[in-house]
């Protein structure tokens, strides 16, 4: 067994082998949280993003715990220059590669371009300059790892964060309920772009997340890819727990799982049968705080969003949860 | 063979960056450096300079994205003033820490509030230490050279750092003046195409931007340091360069007849040429009046600066940007710096004058000579004086 361990495992060739690529390119030794859902999600876009791309990351989480001078986790041509502008640095990128390759100074084929922020690098403060790379319709890919917070400078609450939940700026007490706004809806601004691709994914269902960023990078023009990272460290939930509460944000209907190619929306994970939200709430310290009331609420709300977005992708209604009126009188 | 040419400043700089092939343009639209990349754009549009022109949402993105050109290893060039500068300001540091030899024109302008597009140095003043090379040019065949120079400073392999020419905005920027043009294939021999030491290449790949704990944050600012006192050198051997080819030589600080004189006075940008006016009329009344002239302003030349202040008396430094509540306006904090460890040093007073587009005429400088020459009899009352300014 060599140093990737894990890939060459008997496990991995039974069931992967022929499936994922065994190149690691974003490699071990670097320094994030146990059971980080997000250092999961950069190992397995960047094997499926493959060799010729360059990478620009945002200021965050990923960049702090993977490049800190003299060492570095990346094994593509890599950039961090700040936290609000990665979009604007992969503009230049390539456009760069456009005039050196108009020019005869780049040979062979045009390395794909990939910018990468976290949800406070992307919803907030990155905003501006992802909105001007989309419009302006640069060749690239946009992944945001969405861990829901900025967690890298102590779970700060972001446009991204929640309903309900706690961080260190947005904590309950006698008179707030933690987190009082909705999750931006950060694909739909995206979509809004008008841009050819658009998805959500999620390391805990490799094989679609493969396939979204294949098709993203294979997509000439900008693509945008969400990518809900769980972050034990911010949320608050056991690490050994990430993957499965992956699965159950998807089950549950609060993370789903679509695409959206030139504007029409589909989606790629339909669970049958909807699990109560509480299945996914509960693991998760963040949102121990709640009552029923406020359970009840995000029930509600997801049930709707998430109908929203069946209409949009033409999808069938599955079996969502019964809410018992005896909550809802609890209001 | 070089040819004479009339036209506007900003025009000028757009086809000195033309003629050296810049391959990868951002740029925000900000009064008055508006002319300069409007032509730019236009040059690229009408297929007379194969480049790649990208108009981004804000200065802040402008550099952001010259950023990425320049690391993936094309020609980069930008042009902003006043809010664009200090919108850009964060990313403005990490260029020069990355090394990149990105090129910017800065027509300078007064920062807001209150809201002004008119001329001051109070944009650059407060960029001034972004770690970039940063030169002061006093006329349009100045502007057109240094552009053309600041590429090859620029690209250097011992210099690598970014550089930016600062030009008055409007009464430089938006003038129409006569300048000589070299010939492309000049330019051509002068700027050979840039190769990047390093870049972001799949065949090589390399981290860039890494952060730094305390053990070698203070290693990496020595090394910016020791990169940009160094490029003085290399300045100076692309300035001499430039003017074996071309018959115009550049020094770091411009001597206007300092000969014998006992009081110079001492200004940056196109307020020179102003200045030199006021200086023969003064000489003409027997005045022993002098002009020095502080073209470089980062790397600051000091050796320059003293030798070129040998043997006055009075050193009167103009400034056009206040430093609020602090020491001394900028250029007067710096030179009084470089003159403090000298022998028989010059005594110095300091002008603050055209602020925001004030005009200055010749007879100001007179007036600024006269009143220093008074003071200097007296105990001085106060640091400096804001030149012309209604109580």
Request: glycine letters at 8%; hydrophobic letters at 40%; aromatic letters at 8%.
């Amino acid at each position: 067994m060599d140093k990737f361990g894990y890939a060459q495992s008997q496990k991995f060739d039974t069931y992967a082998s022929r499936l994922m690529p065994r190149e690691e390119y974003f490699t071990s030794g670097h320094r994030s949280c146990q059971g980080c859902g997000e250092a999961l999600a950069v190992r397995w876009v960047t094997k499926a993003i493959g060799k010729d791309a360059i990478i620009a990351h945002a200021t965050g989480c990923m960049e702090i715990v993977s490049s800190g001078w003299p060492q570095t986790a990346w094994m593509h041509p890599w950039i961090h220059v700040a936290f609000e502008n990665t979009s604007a640095v992969a503009s230049g990128i390539e456009s760069a590669l456009k005039i050196l390759h108009r020019k005869g100074k780049l040979k062979g084929a045009m390395p794909k371009v990939v910018a990468m922020g976290g949800d406070g690098g992307t919803t907030d403060i990155g905003l501006q300059s992802l909105s001007g790379a989309l419009e302006r319709g640069h060749n690239f890919t946009y992944f945001c790892w969405d861990n829901e917070a900025y967690m890298n400078t102590g779970i700060q609450r972001s446009s991204s964060t929640p309903y309900g939940a706690m961080t260190t700026t947005s904590p309950p007490g006698k008179m707030s309920i933690g987190q009082h706004t909705q999750k931006k809806n950060m694909t739909a601004i995206a979509v809004a772009h008008g841009i050819p691709y658009v998805a959500t994914a999620s390391p805990s269902y490799l094989f679609d997340l493969y396939y979204k960023v294949r098709k993203a990078i294979e997509t000439p023009g900008p693509a945008y890819v969400h990518v809900l990272s769980v972050c034990p460290t911010g949320w608050r939930s056991a690490t050994d727990l990430s993957v499965r509460l992956g699965r159950l944000a998807v089950e549950t209907a609060v993370f789903p799982l679509y695409e959206v190619v030139n504007g029409k929306y589909r989606l790629t994970v339909e669970p049958p049968k909807i699990r109560p939200v509480q299945d996914y709430l509960k693991p998760q310290g963040r949102f121990r705080h709640l009552r029923d009331k406020e359970r009840a609420l995000i029930q509600k709300h997801t049930q709707a969003q998430y109908e929203l977005l069946l209409q949009k992708c033409g999808a069938a209604y599955p079996e969502f949860p019964v809410i018992s009126e005896t909550e809802e009188e609890t209001e | 063979m070089a040819h004479r040419v009339g036209m506007e400043v900003s025009i000028a700089i757009s086809h000195a960056v033309q003629m050296c092939r810049a391959e990868a343009i951002a740029a925000y639209p900000i009064t008055p450096q508006t002319h300069i990349v409007e032509h730019l754009s236009s040059m690229v549009a009408n297929g007379e300079l194969d480049a790649e022109f990208v108009n981004v949402e804000s200065e802040h993105s402008a550099m952001s994205t010259c950023i990425g050109m320049s690391a993936t290893g094309a020609r980069t060039y930008t042009a902003t003033s006043s809010q664009g500068l200090a919108l850009m300001n964060e990313i403005l540091f990490i260029t020069s820490a990355l090394r990149l030899p990105i090129v910017m024109t800065v027509a300078n302008r007064a920062l807001s509030g209150p809201l002004s597009i008119w001329n001051d140095h109070g944009d650059i003043m407060a960029a001034r230490d972004i770690g970039w090379i940063q030169i002061f040019v006093e006329n349009g065949q100045e502007a057109f050279d240094h552009s053309v120079m600041a590429f090859k400073i620029a690209e250097n392999h011992q210099v690598l750092l970014p550089t930016i020419i600062n030009l008055d905005g409007f009464i430089l920027s938006h003038v129409v003046e006569a300048m000589e043009f070299p010939d492309q294939e000049l330019v051509d021999k002068f700027l050979p195409p840039y190769h990047p030491r390093y870049s972001l290449d799949p065949a090589k790949p390399v981290t860039m931007g890494a952060f730094a704990m305390p053990e070698v944050y203070t290693e990496c600012k020595m090394g910016h340091q020791m990169a940009l006192t160094g490029a003085y050198e290399h300045i100076l051997q692309v300035w001499k360069e430039w003017g074996d080819l071309t018959g115009r030589h550049y020094q770091p600080v411009e001597k206007y007849r300092t000969e014998g004189a006992k009081t110079l006075l001492l200004t940056m940008g196109c307020l020179s040429e102003v200045a030199e006016v006021a200086v023969d009329e003064m000489r003409e009344s027997g005045l022993e009046v002098g002009l020095l002239k502080l073209r470089m302003w980062r790397p600051f030349p000091f050796a320059d600066l003293r030798s070129a202040v040998a043997g006055a008396k009075h050193v009167i430094v103009c400034d056009r940007a206040l430093s609020l509540g602090g020491a001394a306006p900028p250029v007067l904090a710096e030179v009084r710096s470089a003159l403090y460890a000298m022998r028989g040093r010059p005594q110095t007073s300091s002008f603050v004058i055209g602020l925001g587009g004030r005009d200055i005429a010749p007879n100001a400088f007179k007036e600024i000579v006269a009143q220093a020459l008074e003071e200097a009899q007296q105990k001085p009352t106060q640091e400096y004086h804001i030149f012309g300014v209604r109580g």
